[in-house]
């Protein structure tokens, strides 16, 4: 028996008692849930290298039956592209001139709450979050992905900086561009070039918190097209892209082609490589 259930057990008070309880059986689950991951992470990393289920099973004490269950069954490994245990999707409020008060774009709505969905199809807790009208954000927290541009928040700005390869610029009086150190390609939304067409160019990486412990996924589009964009790619091809990046810092740049009476994306491309951030370092 752990200390820490002696210590539960030990509460006279009962609702004390109760609350306790509860609490420690959400963090008994989330742990529950990522040890599962992890196992079939493991399994599924041995058996990318070549060792089939009977190999891993003699090797690990385990029936070879059991082992393509833990391949099969549980929450996917892939879900750790967006964090352990729990997640905080956060987007930004605008101010309503009209309504006197802040409100939540349409477009960044949608990002937010499928992303909320594709989290919680991973098993992870979700709550939700804003960057304040003023573009205030706690970015020192666990499990965060953002979803604002550097426009609307100096925090947002400030994490952007740290990107050793893509870069936000916006000259004065022109339209803001996304820029490939390596090849120094600007891409822009197809609103601001001529012709105009319905197209718009988003950003996702995920870059170092400012106090260091940590990292915060960033999800941003030119304008809020290329958010919804990215949140397309992610929901469509999340395996294909944590296969290649796991849990290490990276960005990359997502062309988006949408409709233009909904906004919704029709079609997606990455426009640059999963920039892979320690190797770019030490390049």
Not at 110 to 136: C, F, I, M, P, T
Not at 195 to 210: C, E, H
Not at 229 to 234: I, M, R, S
Request: glycine share 10%.
């Amino acid at each position: 028996m752990s200390d820490e259930l002696q210590r539960i057990m030990a509460i006279d008070d009962p609702y004390l008692l109760l609350r306790e309880v509860t609490a420690r059986l959400a963090d008994a689950q989330q742990e529950v849930t990522e040890l599962a991951r992890l196992r079939r992470r493991v399994v599924q990393d041995l058996h990318a290298q070549g060792l089939s289920y009977a190999q891993i099973a003699e090797k690990a004490g385990l029936s070879r039956g059991r082992i393509h269950q833990i391949r099969h069954t549980g929450p996917a490994p892939e879900g750790a592209f967006l964090g352990s245990g729990a997640v905080t999707i956060v987007t930004p409020l605008r101010w309503d001139g009209e309504k006197k008060r802040p409100v939540v774009a349409m477009a960044d709505m949608n990002s937010g709450k499928r992303l909320e969905e594709l989290a919680k199809s991973y098993g992870l807790d979700v709550s939700s979050g804003h960057v304040q009208v003023g573009g205030e954000v706690d970015l020192n927290r666990d499990g965060l992905v953002v979803v604002c541009g550097p426009g609307m928040s100096q925090d947002m700005s400030d994490l952007y900086a740290q990107d050793p390869v893509l870069s936000w610029e916006h000259p004065e009086g022109e339209p803001w561009a996304l820029v490939d150190g390596r090849t120094g390609a600007a891409h822009r939304a197809g609103r601001d070039t001529d012709p105009s067409r319905w197209y718009d160019v988003g950003y996702l990486g995920r870059l170092p918190r400012p106090d260091g412990n940590g990292t915060v996924l960033a999800i941003a589009g030119i304008h809020t097209e290329g958010s919804l964009g990215v949140v397309h790619l992610l929901t469509s091809d999340l395996n294909t892209i944590w296969g290649q990046v796991r849990e290490r810092r990276f960005s990359t740049l997502v062309g988006v082609e949408f409709a233009p009476e909904t906004d919704e994306p029709q079609s997606v491309e990455l426009l640059t490589p999963l920039y892979l951030h320690d190797e770019e370092t030490e390049a």
